[in-house]
């Protein structure tokens, strides 16, 4: 099954946008670095959002959840450089 990266794309940096606020108010951020062949979205946690304990639930409730609404097709959201669970 071909997916269309560039609608995927779209989709997921209007759901990072309406997501940004909220981070930017605890001093973190995240970027978009790539959407693979299997419809996987791969972002990195940027400033506190890098070390933060509730990243995980940001990235899995919130950005997963939001993209997934806006693009179904997306197979999942993952961090390149998620902090380590302790």
Excluded: W, Y
Excluded at 15 to 31: C, I
Excluded at 38 to 53: F, H, K, M, N
């Amino acid at each position: 099954m071909q997916i269309d990266k560039t609608s995927i794309e779209s989709k997921v940096r209007e759901a990072l946008d309406q997501l940004r606020p909220f981070l930017h108010n605890d001093g973190g951020d995240m970027e978009l670095v790539e959407i693979t062949d299997d419809a996987t979205v791969v972002v990195r946690l940027l400033g506190s959002c890098q070390s933060c304990s509730m990243s995980m639930m940001t990235l899995k409730a919130g950005l997963e959840e939001s993209v997934k609404k806006a693009a179904p097709e997306v197979k999942e959201v993952i961090a390149i450089n998620m902090p380590e669970t302790v």
